[in-house]
Each structure stands twice: as C-alpha cells, then as structure tokens.
C-alpha cells in the first residue's frame, strides 16, 4: 500500500467515526490545513470508485455558486439527467418529481434536498442508503449567500426528520470561508506532512539502492524528526546524509546536509558543535560561490542570536566580499546593509553611514532590474535621516534615487536614535 492510500484508509476509519457519532446532524464539515483539505477531497471522490460502501451514496458538485436562488435548481437539473438515463435504461422506474410549494423558502435550496428524499423513498434498492451531498464550488459569488442556502438546507433536512442525507463541505481550518452554523458538525483532518513525505521516500526508493534518493530519504527523516523536537534522531539522519553526500560527491548536498545538522545543534542548545559545525562548512564549501555566501549570512545571523555582534559582523563582512568577487551585487548590498543597521547608534553613527554609502557605490554599477529589487531605498531612506544638516549631501542622495526610482521612492524608516 502506497503512503497517499494508507493515508485514505486512516481518513476512511476517521469517516466512519464522525458519521456515527453525528447521526443527528445534517451537514458535517472537514477542516484542516490545504494539503489536508485536499486529502479529504480526493477521499470523497475515491468513493464514487469503489463498490458501494454499506450502501452509501457520494454525490460530488463542484460547479460555481451563483446564487441562492439558482444553486438548488442546478443540482436538480443534474439529477434529472440521471433519471432521464435510468428511465430510457429501466422498465418500471418509479415516477419523480419536485411537489413542493415555491414561495414558502428564502432560497431554492429545497430544489436540492427534496428530490433527494424523494428519491429515497421510492427507489428500494437505496431506501436503506445514506446520500452524501459533497459542494465544493470552484467559485462563489456571493459567501453570504452561500450561507443562508447551506443555513436553510439543514433546517429543510431537519424538519423532515430524515438523518440519511447530508451535506458535505471542506475548508481550511484558519481561514473559513462560512459562518459557525450550529446544525454542522466540523471535525479536523490532520495528516502529518513530513511522515507522508518519508513515507513516500521510502516507498519510491524501495529497492533502487541509489545514493542520491537514499540522501534525499535522509533530509526527509531528519525534518520529520526536527518538526517534532527529536534532536538526537534528526542529528542521526543528518550525519547520514553528509556522508551520502559525500560518497557521492555532491558538494552542495553535503554543505546542505551540515547546515541543517548545524541548526539541529542550534535547537538542541549545542552551541559549541554548532559552532564547529559551521566551520566545517566553510572548509567544505565551495569557494567564491553563492552557496558561500548564503552560509556567511546564516553564519552571521547565528551569531547575532546568540548576542556575538562583533564576530556577526564579520561574518556578513565576509559574505559581502564573496558577493562581490562573484557579482551577486544585491546580496552584497544586503550584508552592508545589515551591519550598517547594527551600527544604528549615535556613538557608531559615521560607521553605520560608511557602509551604506558603500551600498550606494554598489548600486550605482548595478542594472535598473536588478537594482530595483535591491534593498537601496532603505538604505537611502536612511542615509537622508542620518545625513541630518548636510543638505548638500541630501540634495545629491535624493536626485540620484529619484533618477533610479521615480519621486515617490522614499520607504518608512525609524528617526535616528
């Protein structure tokens, strides 16, 4: 069995419980994060696949809500089509329509529910059956619209006292999209992302014996572990995949894998191998590269959690020279930038502006594209307020940002201290 579908039997154990506890409700609502949703979307159409499960009825519906005067007569119409097809295909078919007073509901949603009781009670071979309506529109028009027809449906269904018919609907756990209706039952899904993901490692590397899948496996293990606050596990894993990396010569890979051991030490209050970790990483990495950068700045960011701003300094010092050698400009702009700002002090104020003046001697070689997605209009925002009575130099500052940027180019930023 693959991870998706052990996944889809869990959910289906799941299904069960909440349908036989909530009897009494006529809408149930699964919620949980996307991934999750989506689970729970893929279960609902698996069941229109398998045989008929205790005689239960899944009807799916993704079509657009338009209104809650037209939603219910849409399912209605999709419904006589199918009967339309059993009455060419079967002799004696039990005669059904819709026998109900218009003009007594707020909105159509009884064009729905009605022809399904119906249905119920003259066909025999699902007079036993529970009919699962699943909506999941991939559009709406109007939410609040869309509440007052779901609202009305469950009180149509439990008017009629019939507990074999219910509505289904999905939605993330945070961001709902309908109001708390109290005739609903929500019940969460949770899959754990990271097993899915080990699992499926496992699952498709089974047997290939490769070094490559064999070190992506390892990562998966290690975040599995590192999400649930298992250092020691994930430490494990990591080593493992820093010697994969390794036999294979995947350089990246291996700086990669040491990095995250380096967090996992971090998170496991290990400052020392933590510390040694990243040493490691720079008698490993790849000179002049961006990787080598990327791993100044996280060094740097390191030390600065742990209250080590002269060394942090640096650190990004180091990675700026890096960026420069190798032409990453706008990465070189950000690690002047930052230790320009932890110099934002009155006693280290000339410091803070040298380097960011050298941000603005950066930007000046740099093309308009990628100059735009530079951080320079903070820096120059900075610069303006740190330059204080030197008009002269604001005046320049601001006619050249105005010529990189247009006149509204000044960003939010703090008075000086």
């Known amino acids: 069995m693959n991870p998706v579908d052990l996944e889809l039997v869990k959910l289906k154990r799941q299904w069960r419980k909440v349908v036989a506890k909530n009897a009494e409700k006529p809408m149930l609502i699964c919620v949980g994060e996307k991934h999750e949703t989506d689970l729970f979307d893929g279960f609902i159409k698996s069941k229109l696949s398998e045989d008929a499960d205790e005689g239960d009825i899944f009807l799916l519906h993704y079509q657009e809500f338009n209104g809650m005067s037209s939603f219910g007569q849409t399912l209605w119409d999709e419904w006589k089509e199918f009967y339309e097809m059993l009455e060419k295909s079967e ?50 028009y109007d939410i609040e619209e869309l509440s007052l027809w779901i609202k009305e449906w469950c009180t149509i269904c439990e008017a009629s006292e019939n507990k074999d018919i219910k509505l289904i609907w999905a939605e993330h756990h945070t961001y709902k999209t309908l109001p708390h209706n109290p005739s609903a039952h929500s019940f969460r899904v949770e899959v754990d992302i990271h097993q899915l993901m080990q699992n499926t490692a496992a699952h498709t590397n089974r047997k290939k014996n ?12 290690a975040s599995n572990h590192l999400s649930k606050g298992r250092f020691k596990e994930a430490e494990h894993a990591l080593r493992t995949a820093v010697k994969l990396a390794r036999e294979q010569k995947n350089k990246q890979g291996e700086v990669s894998a040491y990095f995250m051991l380096a967090q996992a030490y971090i998170a496991d209050r290990k400052k020392d191998r933590a510390e040694d970790t990243f040493q490691t990483i720079f008698e490993e990495v790849e000179p002049n590269s961006s990787l080598e950068v990327q791993m100044y700045m996280n060094y740097g960011s390191y ?11 640096k650190a990004f010092e180091k990675a700026a020279e890096v960026a420069q050698t190798i032409g990453e400009s706008a990465m070189a702009i950000e690690c002047y930038r930052i230790i320009g700002t932890l110099n934002d002090t009155m006693l280290t104020k000339d410091k803070m502006i040298r380097y960011f003046e050298k941000c603005l001697e950066i930007a000046r070689l740099m093309e308009p594209s990628a100059r735009e997605q530079s951080s320079l209009r903070f820096v120059a925002s900075m610069l303006i307020l740190k330059y204080e009575g030197d008009n002269d130099k604001k005046a320049i500052l601001e006619n050249e940002m105005k010529n990189y940027f247009g006149n509204d180019w000044k960003v939010s930023v703090e008075n000086p201290k």
Request: no cysteine.
């Open 91 to 140: 002799e004696n078919i039990p005669e059904w329509k819709l026998d109900v007073l218009e003009g007594q509901f707020k909105t159509d949603a009884y064009k729905a529910f009605y022809p399904l009781l119906d249905l119920k009670k003259k066909f025999p071979h699902i007079k036993d059956s529970k009919i699962y309506l699943y909506i999941a529109p991939v559009r709406i």
């Open 210 to 221: 490769s070094a490559d899948t064999d070190f992506q496996q390892q990562i998966l293990i």
């Open 303 to 313: 030390l600065l959690g742990n209250s080590k701003k002269t060394k942090a300094e």
